[in-house]
């Protein structure tokens, strides 16, 4: 039916334009006699806005979109109406060529009165259209130029439309009509038309429409149920938007904070550095995509899943060389410990500085991660943050598996536990130390990767973590790696649900106090480890 | 032990002397400068004030060594105490502007006017006056310390645990005192100060009148902690330093003794950071930056810490050091700081001290491995010969 009008209006219009039909032939034409209103004045304007509305006609689309958009022209002699399009004049019904627009043409004006009867007209005229995104882009208008006088047509449209995303804005908008209706239960209608939605623009309609004076009492008790239900829905759409950012923020910590827990937890090893390896990690990913894009530019989109284990080695060799070379003649000696990887992280940021320069480097996120998915009208979830998520807690998993089902976390356990059984076994303890603290270091390294997604590559990007990751050991509970993980999405959603209140600085000064207090009623941190080993 | 103090002792005029020497071209420094333009002794503005900066510097690095060479608490966050000592006296600075100021508000000053604030918080109030500024120049970073020490010590929070969370005190305190509404200044700290007391700061003599303040409160400072250190009280704190546990099982209140330490040294700190601010004009947030404190921490472990001049010595050679290649060769000096950090720790654990033989202060090794008997490290014999 929709594409039968449709292909007759082309037919005709084409054979307006072929033919190049006279004038007086169409003057019977109730189109282009309503359109001919548009010359006069602008009560006699709105008249001929209505008029053409209530035909129908789709040539009415291009026409009051002109007049809107101030191309519609006026012949200063006959008062001939012209569309102008490249500076050239169109007449307004058939479309012929009438030659350039200065030539005695006036622009046909409007004052805001015509311009609100037009922008619902069109909306109107609009919901017939053929084209599904100018059907939407109509849908969204009658909504925010609400009506009375459109009730029937959204009626009408909401009859004929398929669509879902179409029909659903079609209910918002014939509910948002309705509301202005003098009939109680029209209005009751469109209350319970209008609940379902969680626009903040509805909501502040049904607020006012709650305020009016003389309510209907029946309608007064639908609007406040309306408007429960909505605030209900748009708290739990705000709770899931915030515990999704809280788990974003936690999944970051996490991975900063897992190489620490190995490091620190596990070897009692202060490594100040560690944020210049999740540095590291984040500068071989800005290498390995510039490598791709030199010499690989195909596959530079995989260049990512590269550079995960290309961090992981780099910066695990990397710690294996510091532990070898420097950490290990300190150890019992953690303060020292401490000052010294100060010292590393200072020359390992200057090292980069002079490398790469002090500004930041561009990482692109490969197309696969990047987009949001919208969940209801108010909330987004960014992909790259999901996947980030999802690393941290693959990351988590392949260490739980590498400590309890390898060789490996069998004997880093048994040196954890007592070092001198472990070595009277037959374990080779300095080995097991400096591969340990290499997977600490490398674990940062792949942290770096999941970073360079979500800030700047930068010689300090390493620096603006450590205090915090510090603070997810310390509150999970050194050496526990469940501690490490409760730790760091808990730190992260109260961070999250503290920022609305109180701003980012004071939410994060908040925490950073809390654990402070915390860590008075539990020195060792949520998860602690008991037994005699603690005591040593 | 007693070894050591009587070899101590015996150096000591030795020491003595060499104290006697440095005192004297410190006095120096302000005479020199009065001298006529084009004696060729004469001593510029610039040197004196940057002398007296490091006077103030050491300072801090004393009221470090107070409490980590001698009660083995290493605070990260002493330039928290040294910053909020500066803003009471940036306060004090910031209020006697008066009129003066870009926005010629005779009560608020310029940065509140430019923030469109109608009222000076309650928390400026009497700042205006120069006693009441010095008394909270002690008092903020002494009661900071003290609630801060009472809530840690009295939980036995002890050695890196300590650090850590010291680091992230003033870590808050930075991001705090960035922001505007704090009612300090911000980003920006305070600055465009006018005069001291009455005395106009941009004069030589004022300049010479700040140093010698800070000279004399340096040699106050010294025989403060000199005293402590000495007395029954100091016996206490290195017993503690080297054995934690067994001081308690003595009877003794470890956290009474080290929360007397940790306040007495925060105040120390804090009027280190007073008579710094008007030396160099200004007070911002990036004072309370974690990296400052843990600067501070490396003059007192290049000097020699558990040694009082040593953390003076290390104060000095560290800040020469790092004004003489930060202006000559500015990107070798974070290599240089990191290598310092490394070396110092490897190398020289008991500082410049030790180096020259006279580290008499500091038993042998320093025992810092004895410092965490409450962490979950694996105890290594330390030379680890033949392990595995």
């Given amino acids: 039916m929709m594409a039968f009008v449709s292909r007759a209006c082309v037919l005709l219009v084409a054979c307006l334009v072929l033919l190049a039909a006279p004038r007086g032939a169409w003057a019977q034409d109730a189109f282009a006699e309503a359109a001919a209103g548009l010359a006069g004045s602008f009560d006699d304007k709105i008249a001929a806005i209505d008029k053409l509305a209530a035909l129908g006609d789709p040539r009415a689309v291009p026409l009051l979109q002109a007049l809107s958009d101030g191309n519609l022209l006026v012949h200063e002699g006959d008062n001939k109406l012209a569309i102008e399009r490249d500076k050239t004049a169109y007449d307004a019904v058939t479309n ?189 990913t800005f290498v390995t995509q510039q490598v791709f894009r030199a010499w690989l ?62 500004t930041n480097r561009e990482v692109a996120s490969p197309s696969w991660m990047t987009g949001a998915v919208p969940l209801g009208d108010a909330v987004t979830i960014t992909l790259n943050r999901v996947w980030i998520i999802v690393f941290g807690l693959l990351v988590l998993a392949i260490i739980v598996l590498v400590t309890r089902a390898t060789t490996f976390g069998l004997h880093m356990r048994a040196v954890t536990q007592n070092r001198k059984i472990a070595s009277t076994m037959g374990i080779r303890t300095a080995m097991v130390d400096a591969f340990t603290f290499g997977l600490g270091s490398g674990i940062a390294g792949m942290a770096g990767v999941a970073l360079s997604q979500i800030d700047n590559v930068s010689p300090n990007l390493g620096q603006s973590y450590i205090i915090d990751s510090f603070m997810v050991v310390v509150f999970g509970g050194v050496g526990n790696l469940w501690g490490t993980l409760v730790g760091a999405f808990l730190l992260g959603i109260v961070n999250k649900f503290l920022e609305p209140y109180s701003g980012a600085v004071l939410g994060k000064i908040f925490v950073l106090v809390a654990i402070i207090i915390f860590i008075q009623r539990r020195p060792r941190g949520l998860f602690a480890l008991r037994g005699r080993a603690v005591e040593t | 032990m007693a070894a050591a103090t009587n070899a101590a002792r015996e150096r000591a005029p030795v020491l003595l002397v060499l104290m006697g020497l440095a005192l004297a071209l410190l006095v120096a420094v302000p005479i020199l400068n009065t ?81 469109n604030w109608k009222q000076l918080p309650w928390y400026w109030y009497g700042f205006d006056h120069f006693a009441f500024a010095a008394i909270m120049v002690v008092v903020v970073p002494g009661l900071l310390a003290l609630a801060f020490g009472w809530l840690a010590f009295r939980s036995r929070i002890t050695g890196v645990y300590f650090s850590i969370i010291t680091q992230a005190l003033t870590f808050a305190l930075l991001l705090a005192f960035f922001r505007n509404d704090m009612g300090f200044g911000g980003n920006n700290g305070l600055t465009d100060f006018k005069d001291l007391l009455g005395f106009p700061l941009n004069t030589g003599a004022t300049r010479r009148g700040i140093y010698v303040a800070s000279l004399v409160g340096l040699v106050g400072t010294y025989l403060v902690c000199r005293r402590i250190t000495r007395s029954k009280l100091g016996r206490v704190l290195i017993a503690i330093r080297d054995a934690e546990s067994r001081v308690r099982f003595l009877g003794y209140s470890v956290t009474a003794y080290k929360l007397f330490v940790f306040t007495l040294s925060a105040m120390l700190a804090g009027i280190a950071g007073a008579l710094y601010v008007p030396q160099v004009g200004i007070i911002n947030p990036s004072e309370f930056s974690p990296a400052n404190s843990i600067e501070a921490v490396i003059w007192v472990a290049v000097g020699g810490r558990g040694a009082l001049y040593g953390a003076v010595i290390g104060a000095f050679a560290v800040n020469g050091a790092k004004t003489w290649l930060t202006t000559s060769v500015p990107e070798l000096w974070l290599f240089v700081l990191g290598g310092l950090f490394i070396a110092v720790t490897l190398f020289l654990p008991r500082g410049l001290i030790g180096l020259i033989g006279l580290g008499g202060g500091a038993p042998r090794g320093l025992g810092l491995d004895r410092l965490l008997p409450r962490l979950s490290v694996p105890k290594v014999p330390k030379p680890r010969r033949g392990d595995g």
């Avoid at chain 2, 004030?49 to 107070?66: F, H, P, Q, R, T």
Wanted: proline residues 5%; contains cysteine.
């Fill in chain 1, 297 to 358: 530019p195909a596959a530079s989109e995989y260049s990512l899943l590269v550079s995960i284990p290309a961090a992981f080695v780099v910066t695990g060799f990397l710690g294996i060389l510091l532990e070898r070379c420097l950490i290990r003649f300190l150890y019992g000696r953690p303060l020292e410990t401490l000052l010294m990887t100060w010292g590393l992280s200072m020359i390992l940021q200057q090292v980069v500085r002079s490398l790469f320069g002090p």
């Fill in chain 1, 96 to 284: 012929q060529k009438l030659g350039p627009s200065d030539a005695g043409y006036d622009t046909a004006r409007v004052n805001n009165r015509v311009r609100g009867v037009l922008r619902g007209a069109l909306g109107r005229l609009q919901l017939a259209s053929p084209d599904r995104a100018q059907r939407l882009a109509a849908a969204i208008d009658v909504f925010k130029t609400r009506s009375i006088d459109n009730l029937p047509i959204i009626q009408g449209a909401l009859a004929r439309e398929s669509d879902p995303e179409i029909r659903a804005q079609l209910q918002v908008s014939l509910g948002a009509t309705q509301l202005l209706s003098d009939k109680p239960e029209d209005r009751l209608a469109g209350v319970k038309a209008l609940a379902g939605s969680s626009d903040p623009d509805v909501r502040a309609m049904l607020v006012q429409e709650r305020q009016s004076p003389n309510v209907d009492p029946k309608v007064a008790a639908a609007l406040d149920a309306a408007m429960g239900a909505m605030d209900s829905r748009l708290a739990m759409l705000n709770l899931v938007q915030t515990v999704f950012q809280g788990l974003s923020l936690g999944s970051v910590l996490l991975l900063a904070a897992m190489g620490l827990a190995i490091t620190f937890g596990v070897m009692g090893v202060i490594n100040m550095a560690h944020g210049e390896m999740v540095m590291l990690g984040a500068y071989t």
């Fill in chain 2, 35 to 115: 001298l006529p333009e084009d004696s060729p002794y004469r001593l510029s503005d610039f040197s004196v004030v940057l002398i007296g900066k490091y006077l103030c510097y050491a300072m801090l690095a004393l009221s470090i060594d107070l409490v980590w060479g001698y009660c083995g608490v290493l605070s990260l966050g002493h330039g928290a105490f040294f910053a909020l000592g500066g803003y009471a006296m940036g306060m004090y600075l910031m209020r006697s502007i008066g009129t003066r100021g870009v926005y010629r508000d005779p009560i608020l000053p310029d940065f509140m006017v430019f923030l």
